[in-house]
T-cell receptor
Framework: DQQVKQNSPSLSVQEGRISILNCDYTNSMFDYFLWYKKYPAEGPTFLISISSIKDKNEDGRFTVFLNKSAKHLSLHIVPSQPGDSAVYFCAASASNYGQNFVFGPGTRLSVLP | DADVTQTPRNRITKTGKRIMLECSQTKGHDRMYWYRQDPGLGLRLIYYSFDVKDINKGEISDGYSVSRQAQAKFSLSLESAIPNQTALYFC????????????FGPGTRLTVL
């Protein structure tokens, strides 16, 4: 049973609009979350993180929101650009996992010009 | 030069063959990881090492072994490859001491016939 879920395998958004990528988790012990972006033929690269003591973290066009009671986080990209087209992975960690991360299956974002 | 390198980048082998995937890093990180990525499943942890003398099994270690030859080198071996080990394999590194982001290599695409 997947502990980190990304229920949308793919998402298409028009350039300039907002992209919202969602992630749900089942383990209430998770207390640190990251988003990674992956282009074809490359490894994932870190995008943004949030710890459970916060409900929002912002970095430029990227904002991550965390709703602990719902065990849900989302990544907002505003405005979306064609270069944002990639696969986005949500990852979660807890101290009882030895600080290792559990990854979701990913969402493929396509930003259309 | 890339901070995390993996060799080979692509490999086709036959069932029953022994194969080694190699990872090197120049980031000076203590922690190294091996993941595999399968369609629809995201990245799953195979093995991880927090320093040269520390090796730990991850979620899916059966059929794999690892060697941490030095701080900068972490190898993954398939002693007797089988077709369901066909996947994309990623090496990653992170700093020790606290939860932090992981830095990924470009991946090795392995096909077992």
């Amino acid at each position: 049973d997947q502990q980190v879920k990304q229920n949308s395998p793919s998402l298409s958004v028009q350039e300039g609009r907002i992209s919202i990528l969602n992630c749900d988790y089942t383990n209430s012990m998770f207390d640190y979350f990251l988003w990674y972006k992956k282009y074809p033929a490359e490894g994932p690269t870190f995008l943004i993180s949030i710890s459970s003591i916060k409900d929002k973290n912002e970095d430029g066009r990227f904002t991550v929101f965390l709703n602990k009671s719902a065990k849900h986080l989302s990544l907002h990209i505003v405005p979306s650009q064609p270069g944002d087209s990639a696969v986005y992975f949500c990852a979660a960690s807890a101290s009882n996992y030895g600080q290792n991360f559990v990854f979701g299956p990913g969402t493929r974002l396509s930003v259309l010009p | 030069d890339a901070d995390v390198t993996q060799t080979p980048r692509n490999r086709i082998t036959k069932t029953g063959k022994r194969i080694m995937l190699e990872c090197s890093q120049t980031k000076g990180h203590d922690r190294m990881y091996w993941y595999r990525q399968d369609p629809g499943l995201g990245l799953r942890l195979i093995y991880y090492s927090f320093d040269v003398k520390d090796i730990n099994k991850g979620e899916i270690s059966d059929g794999y072994s690892v060697s941490r030859q030095a701080q900068a080198k972490f190898s993954l071996s398939l002693e007797s490859a089988i077709p369901n080990q066909t996947a994309l394999y990623f090496c990653a590194t992170s700093e020790g001491g606290r939860i932090g982001t992981q830095y990924f290599g470009p991946g090795t695409r392995l096909t077992v016939l």
